[in-house]
């Protein structure tokens, strides 16, 4: 079920996915003539210009490396999600959710959106065990402050991308869309997926809107739980 949450397409940076290719520095022709964290000796090309004597005579290649991933993670925990175990199923799937960060070594923000005002719990840490305690210990109450969340989110996404435009960033914002009202919200700056939690005989169908003002995939919860 984490794994279909988390299956809509990153956007990468431009040249992110890029094939690293020899350069031009350090005088080299076929590549820097320098040692490089992600480089590797370029024997051939190397081979190529003569036997080498020196550590400068040495061509190096880059190694191509997978780009870091963030998933920026926005928990709609009001009173309202109490309802018809709404919350208890969103916890299931934030736990998977964690556990596969764990595993893939991705990095992970967390927006706790309930009481008055979204604050967050994590801000591009990996996954660890006081992440999860947090998971089993939430609970909902007070009103729903997602435009906060969503407009926070934005902030912070826009500031992380300056700092780190190799990223291939995600937002999943779990919620029951249950809001009175909201400001119109602009399209998000990265791929998201809105899971709508909303559980009971009675459905206002909110989610499905604000999945479409944010430019956001849509699931309800059923469709990732039958997967």
Do not use: N
């Not at 190529?48 to 400068?56: N, S």
Request: hydrophobic letters at 40%.
């Amino acid at each position: 079920m984490a794994k279909k949450a988390l299956s809509i397409r990153p956007r990468p940076a431009p040249g992110a996915d890029a094939t690293p290719t020899p350069g031009q520095s350090a005088g080299g022709r076929s590549g820097a003539r320098r040692d490089g964290a992600q480089a590797r000796i370029d024997w051939p090309a190397t081979l190529l210009r003569g036997r080498p004597t020196q550590r400068e005579h040495l061509l190096l290649r880059a190694r191509s490396a997978r780009p870091q991933e963030l998933w920026l993670v926005i928990v709609d925990a009001s009173a309202s999600t109490r309802r018809h175990g709404a919350l208890s199923r969103a916890k299931g799937l934030l736990g998977q959710l964690f556990e596969q960060a764990y595993r893939q070594r991705a990095r992970l923000a967390v927006l706790h959106a309930g009481g008055q005002q979204a604050r967050w719990l994590w801000q591009g840490q990996k996954a660890s065990a006081e992440l999860r305690a947090w998971l089993q210990q939430l609970g909902a109450g007070g009103g729903t402050p997602l435009p906060d969340a969503l407009r926070q989110a934005a902030d912070w996404l826009a500031r992380r991308q300056r700092q780190k435009p190799g990223e291939r960033q995600r937002l999943l914002i779990l919620t029951d869309g249950r809001l009175r009202a909201w400001p119109t919200l602009a399209p998000l700056p990265c791929p998201a997926l809105l899971v709508d939690i909303e559980s009971g005989p009675v459905r206002l169908g909110r989610g499905r809107q604000l999945a479409a003002e944010l430019g956001a995939e849509y699931q309800p919860i059923e469709a990732l739980a039958c997967r």
